[in-house]
């Protein structure tokens, strides 16, 4: 199969630092919210405009991404009182944040738009759930002609082939991997927001059941109801609104693996399209993985965050089961992860949150369980014990890295304003 060639990663230099997000928002993460996704997507964005200090009609750019389960961008800025001049709806789930940023950066330096808001609603948990359960689809069209009829239903179904591949090829243990879910339990525990914030233990997630081998119910993620929103605009005007603005180094989006149906038919299957996205990114961001300060890798399950990093680069390929059970993405760690506790125990929003909580770390005013100063902001301990401060001391550089499965990733590396 002939394969696309690599991005040599120095056509988009000229726009490094030019764009950069201003406003984060989001909802409470629920349980049944007993809202639509209209009313959650407004919610969120009202409070993404509250958190930059913009009028509504500032905004003139508008995209959004879901499976069929969300609020179209032209109803949502209608009941927000905004006219649009360039809106996409993206059909998409993991990795569709920062292939989005990608686009609204290309959709300003073409003149189309000036300010644009990027926004997720779903009922997660309530409304249109991700796994099987049990409801049997009318039709089956598509790649689900490759997977439904052999019960590849849920996501787990579908990515236990590499994960399983990976504690094959290099010796990786459940034991290891159990530790991505228990830091993120460690950081959700210090954030009020959190769905899960229970601390929990190594034997706590194998100890629970069996999802599908080698997926134990502790290392899959949260399902919720939210909505959540970033804004993003020229990195000049960034400065005329209300925080430090975080700026856009570099983005990778929706890259993908040759094989797109059935990824495991296309080998390595216990490697990640990051394999190429990562001679995207670095070389655009003009910087690599070992500068990065604080990571916000994917985790839908236990196993996406330690292939994300793996194949980004923060180790060497085949360590990522010893790079995630160090100690390293802990807070007070060399490079923390996911310091809200993602998805595994914040809650699931197909990647937004990760992006908006590393771009509070950016601003240095994490909503921790430390107290407020005269200046409103936390006044941070870096006291990371339960309860406690989560704010990773002297943050200048973050990086995302969005999984839509083996075969697809995107990823954004953010820096202080």
Known sequence: MAEAKPVDGTTPQYLRDKYAIIGVGETPFMRGSGKTTRALGTWA???????????????????????????????????????????????????????????????????????????????????????????????ISGDGLHMAPYGFFSAGQRFAFSFMRHMYDYGTTPEQVAMVKVIHSEHASNNPKALYPRRVTVDDVLSSRMIVKPLHLLDCCLETDNGTAIIVTNAQRAYDYRHTPARVLGVVGRCNWPRMDMHYQHGPISSWAARYASKILWPNAGLGPEEIDVTGAYDAFTFTTLLGLEDFGFCEKGAGGEYVSSGVMRLGGARPNNTSGGHLCEGYTHGMNLVIENVRQLRGEIDDSCPIGANGNPEHSYDYRAGGCRQVKDVAVTANIGWAGPITCSAAVLRKG
């Not at 996409?88 to 993991?94: H, T």
């Open 45 to 139: 964005i009202r409070n993404a405009i509250a958190d930059a200090g913009v009028e509504p009609g500032e905004i003139d750019g508008m995209l959004s991404y879901s499976i069929g389960d969300s609020t179209a961008t032209p109803f949502i800025a209608g009941d927000l009182g905004i006219r649009l001049n360039f809106y996409m709806d993206c059909f998409g789930g993991g990795s569709s944040t920062e292939a989005l940023l990608g686009l609204a950066i290309g959709a300003m330096e073409a003149g189309m738009c000036q300010m644009v808001c990027i926004y997720r609603a779903m009922n997660g948990y309530s409304g249109r759930r991700i796994g099987a359960t049990g409801r049997t689809p009318s039709t």
